[in-house]
């Protein structure tokens, strides 16, 4: 399974890039917003230090807004892929962008009835928000099992993009049911680093080996 990172922070892809598991980025306007700046340049800088898919997001609402601003998107990098909200002029706007053979992000999916609409439009990827659905009490991660069954069952080549992940258990489930791809904050990808047996197990190697070379003749 893939990883990718859900931030617009430079910052924070150029720390964990070096270590070689960040597959692609996602970004959405609300995370654009946060960093300031020329969101277009952002988007720029992103595809300059990761070689996998950046997503980036329309702010149109209108079905030939949404072409052509993802035209303009996709224009920025080879790397972009165009996200584009679920809904009926989303829909639209994918359908003639995939035509394009501009890759595709369908986000804001709730249910597995639109992950498969967007599938049937061409969409390269679906973003089931996993949080967002468990936040209302709802089975996020039972969502995605439906739209992998749904996929598999019908060998559609879109892939399955976990988004509004929570926590490093959300990127286990994942993995295990077959999501293609599990987007995470940068807090979630540092909790996975975190484990008091690692640390208590690698003090005590270095104690122990310390011990022997200071009793050497
Ligand atoms: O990028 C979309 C998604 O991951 C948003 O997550 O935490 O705002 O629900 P969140």
């Known amino acids: ?31 654009m917003a946060k960093e300031g700046g020329d969101p277009r340049a952002i988007i720029r800088s992103i595809c300059e230090l990761v070689q996998g898919p950046v997503s980036a997001e329309v702010v149109a609402t209108e079905w030939q807004a949404m072409v052509t601003e ?16 679920f809904t ?3 829909v639209r706007a994918c359908k003639v962008l995939a035509g394009d053979e ?8 709730f249910s597995a009835t639109q992950a498969l609409i967007a ?16 936040d209302i009490a709802s089975d996020g991660m039972g969502l995605v099992r439906q739209i992998v069954d749904i996929f598999d069952a019908h060998q559609f080549m879109t892939e399955v993009l976990v988004a509004s992940v929570r926590g490093p258990m959300h ?3 994942a993995a295990r ?19 008091p047996l690692t640390d208590i197990g690698l003090e005590k190697f270095l104690k122990d080996w310390e011990k022997a070379q200071a009793s050497r003749p």
């Open 119 to 134: 599938a049937k439009v061409g969409a390269a990827y679906v973003s089931p928000f996993i949080g967002r659905l468990d």
């Open 102 to 109: 501009i890759r595709v992000n369908v986000t804001l999916i």
């Open 171 to 173: 990127i286990v489930e």
């Open 1 to 31: 399974m893939k990883i990718f990172l859900d931030t617009g922070n430079l910052k924070e892809i150029e720390a964990l890039v070096p270590l070689g598991i960040v597959d692609g980025v996602t970004t959405n306007p609300s995370l």
């Open 88 to 90: 009926r002029d989303g």
């Open 70 to 85: 993802g035209r303009e998107l996709a224009a920025i990098d080879s790397h972009v892929v165009v996200k584009v909200p």
């Open 177 to 195: 049911m077959g999501a293609d791809v599990c987007t995470c904050p940068v807090s979630v990808v540092e909790a996975c680093f975190k484990h």
